[in-house]
């Protein structure tokens, strides 16, 4: 993307780092220039209107102009779907009672594996178009569903492959420890787990771990995260979900970037994050999609100072969603946290948990031009409708990637 654009006549112009946590700055009546596919400064609309210096001008009616949001926490390379799972919750049988018996999990293991690559790809990509189509502009994608070397392999083959079909960044994570296989013993599954790291540097960008009651154990977190360490990963982790394990206090003492779902941390915990700069990633549309009534400290967090991040958790199992809108929404009314702090976390916190949030995320100087015009003139309706898709048009790196009609002031 070479040629200069000037995006004007702009109702709100959205801006999050950590100089406006743990809200957004709102910048109004003003106007965005974009070079070579960053962002090169931003004018006052007034400015604009009295130059002819920029050639391509595009006038946004008045809507309001957010940072692109940022997946930081997703599974969406996988085969399969888990639908008569979803009725057996509904009917009162447990998330970990369900895996015990070799479903859950499994199931998507079993359909992963069948699945050749080019259809895994394909599933895929059609995903994430439709995740871009409501606005997301980033991802991370885990591994987790081969649970041997060959299909966790597929998948992040996968991943990369993505990563350059869409042109949108990619974080890629190894999460070859999210469950035992039933034909594997335990012990012998994480000593493959350890063995296994060196062969994927190069395919992945991180390390993450499912550390549960039943599953992986914190001192499994210990030993598998101190190797991926030595080995140059990033370090993230499932922990404290479904009952509290001590996960992510090792997690942070031992540098994690991100801890992710939280629902029964500590203060203990949140302090620990806290002193280590780990990211709080939250993920509201689990709790509504399984049923759960617990939730995370997050004002407890806010007032830690630690930062939020907000995902989707894009899976079959226990959040099937593609859409960050819907998070957005779910974090400010579950939580009780204002329509800034949520965009914030959607945006600059979940840029942050995958360590990038000075390359996006914010809408600043210097970053990459992804960005959503909305379809109305006040973010603040992300989070007082729901049910409707505020997206008009998305920009990946200066370049519209979906929409197309004129943006109509609302």
Known sequence: MTETLCFRNIGQLIQADATSQPGVRVRRNCALVVKKGHIEKILKDSEVKASAKYKKVIDVNGCAVVPGFVDCHTHLVY??????EMVDRMSGVSYLEILSKGGGIHDTVRATRQATEATLFDQAKARMKRMMALGTTAFEIKSGYGLDLDTETKMLRVGQRLRKALKAPVTLTY???HAIPPEVKRKSYVEFVLESLPKFRGLADGVDIFCEKNVFTVADLRLIFLQAKLLGFDLRAHVEELSHQGGSYEAARLGALSCDHLEHATPKDIQAMHAAGT?????PGVTLFLGGTKQPLVHSMLDARVTLALATDCNP???PTYNMQTVIYLAANLYRITPGQALAAATYGAAKALGHHRLYGGLLPGQ???FNILKTGDYRDLVYYFGENFIDQTYLGGKRVTGGKEPAGF
């Open 175 to 177: 999460l070859g420890a």
């Open 79 to 84: 085969g399969g779907e888990r639908k008569d």
């Open 368 to 370: 990459r031009a992804d």
């Open 279 to 283: 990211v709080a990633v939250l993920m």
């Open 317 to 319: 199992g226990s959040c």
